[in-house]
C-alpha cells in the first residue's frame, strides 16, 4: 500500500518541464545541465536527523539581483520519496533558486515533525539568503501528495507559530509568498468521509489501521478531532495566507478531490487568492499535469508571485485537460 501513496512527481513533467525540454530524463541523471549548479545534502539543522538536509540549486553564474527561491517538498505519504531528483530543478535557467527539502518520515517521528523539519529548512534559507544569494521576500513552496499537504501547511500555518520551532534562526520568518499544492490532502477529519462518497474512484487505503499513511503520520485514529485538525492545512487558513495555485485530477485514489474542493473553498471564504486547476479523469499524477496549457498556469503563478512579471494567470479550460478516467 505505501509504495502506491508514493508521489510520482519526476512523473508529473509539467511540473518540471516549466522550462522546456525532456526533464524528466534529466532530472533522473545526476549530471545537470549547463548553466546550473547543485549543492547536496546541507543540514539544515546542526548535528540533527540524516533527513534534516537540503539540496540547493543555483545558476553557475551568480545573478546581478538576488533570486526568488523556489522551495520543493517531495511526497511519499510521509514515510517515503527523495528529495533528490529534484523535478524543479531546472526552474534555475527561469531565473530562480530551488532548494529541495529532506524531513523525517512518519516512521521515525510522528506529526508535527515533518511540518517543523520544513519550517526549520525555511528559515535556515532565509539565514542564509546572502551567502546563497537569493531574496528572502521571494519564497515559494510547491510539492505534491504528502507534498502537497506540507506546502499547503506551511502556506496557511506560516508565521503563526502553531508549532514548536526547531533548528534555530528563530528571528527569521517562515512565511511564502506563493503555494502550488498538487493533489494534497487538506482536511483529515473529511477524508475518511469523502473518500466513501467519491462516486468516481474507490479510496486504496484502509483506514485507521497500519496500511493508513493518515493516521500513521499522527500516530492514532483519524476520529482523534484534536490532531486531525492540528495536521490540517484548513484549520489555519486566514485572510493573511498567500496566494494558492491547487491542482487535483477528480479519479484520484489516494487523496479525494473532495480534499482540495474544500481548501479552495475555505481559502476563498477568506478572501485569499487562489486558483483551483481541476483536471477531470486525472488520477494521483499522470500526463495532464503535463500538458503545455496546465505548464503555463504553473509558471505564469510563480512569476506573477515571485518574480513580479505582469502576465495572467488563467484556468484551463476542463475540456483541454479531461483524461481518460481508468
Excluded at 532530472?27 to 543540514?43: F, H, N, S, V, W
Excluded at 517531495?74 to 533558486?97: D, E, I, T
Excluded at 462518497?197 to 493508513?212: A, L, S, Y
Aim: some cysteine; glycine content about 10%; overall charge neutral.
Amino acid at each position: 500500500m505505501k509504495s502506491c501513496f508514493i508521489f510520482r512527481f519526476s512523473l508529473i513533467v509539467g511540473v518540471a518541464l516549466m522550462v522546456g525540454g525532456d526533464v524528466f530524463a534529466q532530472a533522473k541523471t545526476p549530471q545537470l545541465p549547463a548553466g546550473i549548479k547543485m549543492e547536496r545534502d546541507i543540514a539544515y539543522i546542526a548535528d540533527g536527523d540524516v533527513a534534516q538536509r537540503l539540496d540547493l540549486y543555483l545558476p553557475e553564474k551568480e545573478a546581478e539581483k538576488p533570486l526568488p527561491l523556489i522551495v520543493h517538498i517531495h511526497g511519499g505519504g510521509w514515510m517515503g520519496g527523495s528529495k533528490f531528483p529534484c523535478p524543479v530543478a531546472l526552474m534555475v535557467l527561469r531565473g530562480y533558486a530551488v532548494a529541495s527539502v529532506e524531513y523525517r518520515f512518519s516512521q521515525k517521528a510522528k506529526f508535527p515533525a515533518q511540518i517543523q523539519d520544513c519550517q526549520a529548512a525555511l528559515r535556515w534559507l532565509r539565514a542564509h539568503a546572502k551567502e546563497y544569494h537569493f531574496d528572502n521576500e521571494r519564497v515559494g513552496v510547491v510539492g505534491g501528495s504528502a507534498g502537497g499537504h506540507l506546502s499547503a501547511l506551511v502556506g496557511t500555518a506560516g508565521g503563526k507559530k502553531a508549532f514548536p520551532m526547531i533548528g534555530g534562526n528563530e528571528e527569521q520568518s517562515d512565511r511564502v509568498q506563493a503555494v502550488c499544492d498538487i493533489f494534497g490532502p487538506a482536511d483529515f477529519s473529511t477524508v475518511v468521509q469523502q473518500a466513501a462518497e467519491d462516486k468516481n474512484v474507490k479510496n486504496i487505503f484502509e483506514f485507521n489501521t497500519p496500511k493508513d499513511p493518515y493516521s500513521e503520520l499522527i500516530g492514532t485514529k483519524l476520529d482523534d478531532k484534536e490532531k486531525t485538525a492540528t495536521v490540517s492545512p484548513v484549520h489555519y487558513v486566514s485572510k493573511d495566507n498567500p496566494p494558492f495555485l491547487i491542482l487535483h485530477g477528480t479519479h484520484d485514489t489516494l487523496v479525494p478531490f473532495a480534499q482540495s474542493e474544500e481548501l479552495n473553498a475555505a481559502l476563498k471564504e477568506k478572501g485569499v487568492e487562489v486558483w483551483f486547476q481541476k483536471l477531470p479523469g486525472g488520477g494521483h499524477g499522470g500526463g495532464g499535469f503535463g500538458k503545455p496549457a496546465v505548464v503555463q498556469l504553473m509558471q505564469n503563478f510563480f512569476d506573477k508571485h515571485l518574480q513580479g512579471k505582469d502576465v495572467k494567470i488563467e484556468l484551463v479550460p476542463e475540456a483541454d485537460v479531461t483524461m481518460p478516467a481508468k
